[in-house]
Nanobody, 122 residues
């Protein structure tokens, strides 16, 4: 069982930056693929980024490539999403997710956090 808690959301102007953090419980955190997803009002949840257990492989949605960076610190049981050059269309609730069997953009992640709101003003 893995419990995830996101933090770091907030209100930022377009062009600004935020860093989201996700803390995970459990001694086997390092074995899990970690992902970030987001959901805007009235829209379906969409993939943002994912990172393999070792941190050596990452994948991003086309809409955030070159602006967002996912990273992890297995010693601290943390995963991060650095978001630069934010745009109003990045406004959404951002969710952290974990899986011990899947790596990729689909929502086949077994564990989810409660989400943190990111609002980008124009």
């Amino acid at each position: 069982q893995v419990q995830l808690v996101e933090s770091g959301g907030g209100l930022v102007q377009a062009g600004g930056s935020l860093r989201l953090s996700c803390g995970a419980s459990g001694r086997t955190f390092s074995r899990y693929t970690m992902g970030w997803f987001r959901q805007a009002p009235g829209k379906e949840r969409e993939f943002v980024a994912a990172i393999r257990w070792g941190g050596g492989s990452t994948t991003y949605a086309d809409s955030v490539k070159g602006r967002f960076t996912i990273s992890r610190d297995n010693a601290l049981n943390m995963v991060y999403l650095q978001m630069n050059n934010l745009k109003p269309e990045d406004t959404a609730v951002y969710f952290c997710a974990a899986s011990d069997t899947y790596y990729g953009p689909s929502a086949f992640y077994a564990y989810w956090g409660q989400g943190t709101q990111v609002t980008v003003s124009s």
